[in-house]
């Protein structure tokens, strides 16, 4: 099925794979641990695709982002989310900051992007194949741990 850019099926399907991040996102932060360095990590690897479902959620996704290149509309719920998730990483970062978990120097909305970036490199790394799964959080960890106090 051809969905046409701009189209109620094209808009609402972005909304779609937007909403099912969110949950993903909820689902498995939803350790019970909400706060410092821990959440931080739970959230980065919710939005890797390292299960089959994750994986097409997000190749749908990529499609989409193609799209968007193109569609105002499309770009705007892409940018919308990113700064919600963003916005959700740099509160978490700034409350490990002052509590003392990650190093005092930080800004928590550059961290937010670089993080969110890495995250989006690495979970096309892992799409292509050229890093497992394992291998992709062992990278996440290691930029956790270069942001702790020490």
């Not at 808009?11 to 498995?28: D, F, H, L, P, Y």
Request: aromatic share 2%.
């Amino acid at each position: 099925m051809t969905v046409a850019t701009g189209s109620p099926a094209s808009t609402g399907a972005s909304s779609e794979i937007q909403r099912r991040n969110e949950g993903r996102v909820e689902t498995r932060v939803a350790t019970g641990v909400t706060t410092g360095p821990p959440s931080v990590r739970a959230t980065l690897l919710a939005l890797l695709p390292v299960d089959e479902r994750s994986r097409t959620e997000a190749l749908v996704a990529n499609a989409f982002l193609l799209r968007s290149l193109k569609d105002p509309e499309i770009a705007e719920r892409f940018r919308a989310g990113h700064a919600q998730l963003r916005d959700l990483l740099a509160s978490v970062i700034a409350s490990a900051r002052a509590a003392g978990e990650f190093a005092a120097d930080l800004d928590p909305v550059r961290e937010a992007d670089l993080l969110l970036a890495l995250v989006g490199g690495l979970g096309d790394e892992g799409l292509l194949g050229h890093l497992t799964a394992e291998e992709v959080t062992a990278l996440i960890d290691h930029q956790l741990s270069r942001l702790a106090a020490g």
